[in-house]
């Protein structure tokens, strides 16, 4: 994941094991300080660099029937919040620790508080971590052999 101001980590290996069926928040809020309660008025446009929004599972889910969805949402005021753009609804249990439920640009017209949530179906979860944050580029990773051998 690189370097990441702590500003803009959403959450940090939060716990969902009391996540319950609807909506479960990040525990931080990002305020893009707008004073126009748009944030491309802000610090997220002032970056001159394409944000990325990204929630992945840190440690395995636990709820057996359960459905994970990640979603980025904004707010006007820190209290009412809307959806800006929500990743696929799957199967708790098919996450494996690195995948990331919502990986995406926010779009244009969010509000000024920016917050990641679990959507959480069917059943509760009680157990596994994630992780969400704000960031200026994402990583690729990708393995390749070395070319040399060590004798």
Do not use: K
Request: aromatic share 8%.
């Amino acid at each position: 994941m690189g370097m990441l101001d702590s500003e803009l980590v959403l959450s940090a290996a939060q716990s969902t094991a009391a996540f319950n069926v609807g909506d479960n928040p990040s525990s931080n809020v990002y305020d893009t300080g707008s004073a126009y309660n748009n944030a491309q008025d802000a610090e997220a446009s002032l970056t001159g660099e394409n944000l990325w929004v990204r929630i992945g599972c840190a440690t395995l889910f636990v709820g057996a029937t359960a459905t994970v969805q990640g979603v980025l949402q904004s707010s006007p005021d820190d209290a009412t919040w809307t959806d800006a753009v929500a990743g696929a609804a799957v199967l708790a249990t098919g996450v494996v620790v690195g995948q990331y439920l919502l990986e995406v640009q926010p779009p244009s017209g969010t509000q000024r508080y920016w917050r990641t949530i679990i959507r959480v179906a069917v059943a509760n979860l009680t157990g596994g971590a994630i992780d969400s944050y704000i960031s200026n580029t994402i990583e690729h990773n990708i393995q390749r052999p070395s070319g040399f051998t060590v004798a």
